[in-house]
T-cell receptor
Framework: GENVEQHPSTLSVQEGDSAVIKCTYS??????FPWYKQELGKGPQLIID?????GEKKDQRIAVTLNKTAKHFSLHITETQPEDSAVYFC?????????????FGTGTRLQVTL | GAVVSQHPSWVICKSGTSVKIECRSL??????MFWYRQFPKQSLMLMATSNEGSKATYEQGVEKDKFLINHASLTLSTLTVTSAHPEDSSFYIC?????????????FGDGTRLSIL
């Protein structure tokens, strides 16, 4: 199976600063890496994902970088705003042969302060 | 696009009753749906994977007879918690993807908070 580690578990930044969350994975065959944002009492929302044929992907203030050699990928949020406060989860796939599933990281609680 | 609706959002019921949770993909056909359980301040724990028209595949340690899953169509999967007890209280979340799951985006519903008295 896949082992995903996520750091830090909590992150507090001031509004306007950048936030970086890092994840490592164990299965070198993994080729798809999504990031989810979960607000209190809601389900996770896919915010960005990256496939192994690219090293970086950007969508406005959010970017994800992937280093396949080192088996780690990171989420970068620039110009943070209070509404970015949430729990963020990274994930990586593992294929059991019958269905591809996701293993989630332990989550990062991001707090953006005024 | 890729909207997943989960119903109900909140259930409170007495111990011993069965509870059914519905998961619908509203604007796409979901070949595969997943059911997760999440405890407070913890990550998502996969319970089972369901493919339309076939039996669900359960993760190790998840009781099949306790958590009945039906995926009758490409847009609907249901999870029934049978004879629920207080220890079954949790946040249950479904997700849906076009095919497989690991290499295609999983889109999540907003979860069902189940409280067993």
């Amino acid at each position: 199976g896949e082992n995903v580690e996520q750091h830090p578990s909590t992150l507090s930044v001031q509004e306007g600063d950048s936030a970086v969350i890092k994840c490592t994975y164990s299965d070198s065959a993994s080729n798809y890496f999504p990031w989810y944002k979960q607000e209190l009492g809601k389900g996770p929302q896919l915010i960005i994902d990256i496939r192994s044929n690219v090293g970086e992907k950007k969508d406005q203030r959010i970017a994800v970088t992937l280093n396949k050699t080192a088996k780690h990928f990171s989420l970068h949020i620039t110009e943070t705003q209070p509404e970015d406060s949430a729990v963020y989860f990274c994930a990586a796939p593992y294929d059991t042969g019958t269905a591809s599933k996701l293993t989630f990281g332990t989550g990062t609680r991001l707090q953006v302060t005024l | 696009g890729a909207v997943v609706s989960q119903h109900p959002s909140w259930v409170i019921c007495k111990s011993g009753t069965s509870v059914k949770i519905e998961c619908r993909s509203l604007d796409f056909q979901a070949t595969t749906m997943f059911w997760y359980r999440q405890f407070p301040k913890q990550s998502l724990m996969l319970m089972a994977t369901s493919n339309e028209g076939s039996k669900a595949t359960y993760e190790q340690g998840v009781e099949k007879d306790k958590f009945l899953i039906n995926h009758a169509s490409l847009t609907l999967s249901t999870l029934t918690v049978t004879s629920a007890h207080p220890e079954d209280s949790s946040f249950y979340i479904c997700s849906a993807s076009l095919r497989g799951g690991g290499n295609q985006p999983q889109h999540f519903g907003d979860g069902t908070r189940l409280s067993i008295l």
